[in-house]
């Protein structure tokens, strides 16, 4: 895929025969994850053939990366398809055949909190003790009846009393610790693990919100974010299957991968340079690359991730974004949630366990649990047992989050390994688990063109924030410059499925179905202008 060929207006291609009417706009997507590829797929269907996706890896696919290790796949990135009913995603894998293989343990209903499977999930204590398993179920349903409370803010309009500070995790750890105050039945022991145990809850969920802490998560926003009914599923042959399915109709041609884009110069007149090359006349919009090569274009649809945009807005487009879409930007949160996969030659867990959660006990009364560089490793929540074991051998995949997940991307392979079994012998109480067999890891947050995991709703932003950056560039109302010039996609422009791969794809679609309909409309104005 790497020769990057920009098309001329070509027509003799079956499927652009409905757009024969006008010229053919040149249109380029920025980003080849999914929802660069499902807006290209979109407009390719439409009978657009002058698409051109750059792509500034050197490979496709965006914040899904399968590796194959063995029999098995493991996700550095994405891995769930998060509900069944009306997910695109899931539709994909259906009936291309992806779930078939996909075991009772991969397919998981109700709330799914990192991996959920078959077993047992035995909370270890720093001292190495195990946390009786009624009292950890005891504290879970008070956990999820707070839980359920965070949700009813934007559902149920509440107002959010000053004391919660509209924080997530202001808010939920004042009333379990309250609730787990007030309990006439526990000793003063008990109650010191349930509190041990809600920062370690607290620490699952900022990595499944891929936020820094639950702390910066807003609550009046929290429960918009909108769960899709149905199951969640894993694709046992990798994610990258369902990245395959979206990009097989697309021309090799058309994706000119190691391609990173410097500067995206919209509203281009020829007033803007007088000695104007002749060619790039006409077109409202000029894409630099970083190496060198300017590309004309009428639209462009920009689906880098909010980290990138994030870091790079104010390089990345001249004239500079409009201030309410800098504020959304700003205001708009990501973090990153890395993953460390461990092998071993035999497990050492019983087979009923499912994972191995953190419980420090120290930490029962802390409040913001950030630590210093050289305890990143205090922010590992859990290590989940990959099942089946014939499929995955004996596999252990950690979960860290915020700063301290990119301190973990610093440090070296063996570093992160010797680390990991130390606490993996402190927690367990067992001081002869051997060293693993490998090491595998995620960098999302050091990772130039990706920049975080996926976005949250930040303390001060809201659903109206990622509406405000989908909204294409210029604004309708502003001016008689080319409408749609600049479009935006990417999980974190979808309202209500932001942090998920159907939110990408879906608001792909949305973005190329704008530049469909509004060509449709140009043709049918075109058609019905009587002759003079």
């Not at 995603?89 to 109700?110: C, F, I, K, M, Q």
């Not at 909190?113 to 009786?132: F, M």
């Not at 074991?389 to 973990?408: D, F, H, K, N, V």
Request: net charge negative; glycine share 6%; hydrophobic share 35%.
């Amino acid at each position: 895929m790497q020769s990057c060929e920009i098309s001329s207006e070509s027509t003799d291609d079956p499927l652009s025969s409905g757009l024969r009417t006008h010229k053919q706009p040149r249109i380029i997507v920025i980003g080849a994850g999914l929802a660069g590829l499902a807006a290209t797929k979109a407009l390719l269907e439409n009978g657009f053939t002058d698409v051109t996706v750059l792509e500034a890896s050197d490979h496709i696919g965006g914040r899904v990366q399968s590796v194959q290790h063995g029999k098995a796949t493991l996700e550095l990135g994405a891995t769930w398809i998060h509900g069944a009913n009306g997910n695109p995603v899931y539709h994909l894998a259906e009936d291309n055949g992806l779930l078939e293989h996909t075991t009772d343990g991969e397919r998981s209903v109700g709330r799914i909190s990192l991996y959920t499977k078959n077993g047992v999930a035995h909370y270890q204590t720093n001292v190495g003790k195990r946390i009786p398993k009624d009292l950890v179920e005891e504290f879970s349903d008070l956990y999820n009846e707070v839980y359920e409370l965070t949700q009813e803010f934007f559902q149920n309009g509440k107002p959010v009393c000053a004391e919660s500070q509209n924080s997530v995790g202001v808010f939920t750890r004042d009333l379990v610790r309250k609730r787990i105050m007030l309990d006439p039945d526990d000793s003063e022991s008990t109650k010191k693990l349930k509190l041990s145990m809600l920062q370690q809850y607290l620490k699952v969920e900022s990595c499944e919100s891929s936020s820094p802490s639950m702390d910066e998560v807003s609550l009046s926003e929290f429960g918009e974010w909108t769960e899709i009914p149905g199951a969640h599923y894993v694709i046992p042959e990798g994610f990258m299957k369902i990245v395959e399915l979206l990009a097989q109709d697309i021309p090799s041609r058309t994706i000119c991968l190691s391609k990173p884009v410097r500067c995206i110069h919209w509203n281009y007149s020829a007033h803007s340079q007088p000695n104007q090359d002749p060619l790039i006349m006409g077109h409202p919009i000029c894409v630099e690359c970083e190496d060198e090569e300017w590309i004309t274009a009428d639209h462009v649809i920009v689906t880098a991730s909010l980290g990138v945009l994030k870091q790079n807005h104010e390089a990345m487009f001249s004239p500079s974004l409009p201030e309410d879409k800098v504020l959304a930007i700003e205001k708009l949160g990501i973090s990153t949630t890395d993953k460390i996969f461990l092998e071993f030659e035999e497990p050492f867990w019983s087979p009923e366990c499912n994972s191995i959660q953190f419980v420090w006990e120290d930490e029962a009364q802390l409040e913001q649990l950030v630590y210093p560089e050289d305890l990143w490793y205090k922010k590992i929540c859990s290590f989940d047992v990959l099942y089946p074991p014939e499929r995955y051998g004996y596999m252990l995949s950690g979960w860290i989050c915020g700063q301290e997940a990119l301190y973990m991307e610093r440090c070296d392979d063996e570093t992160v390994a010797e680390t990991c079994i130390e606490l993996l012998r402190r927690f367990t109480g067992n001081p002869n688990i051997p060293k693993p067999r490998r090491v595998l890891r995620s960098s999302w947050g050091s990772n130039p063109y990706i920049g975080g995991s996926y976005s949250f709703t930040q303390v001060g932003s809201s659903g109206g924030d990622c509406e405000r950056l989908a909204m294409p560039l210029p604004y309708a109302n502003s001016t008689k410059a080319q409408p749609l010039q600049v479009l935006f996609a990417g999980e974190a422009t979808h309202r209500k499925y932001y942090s998920t791969t159907h939110g990408a794809l879906l608001s792909g679609q949305r973005e190329a179905t704008r530049l469909i309909e509004m060509h449709q409309d140009l043709q049918r104005d075109q058609t019905t202008k009587p002759n003079m």
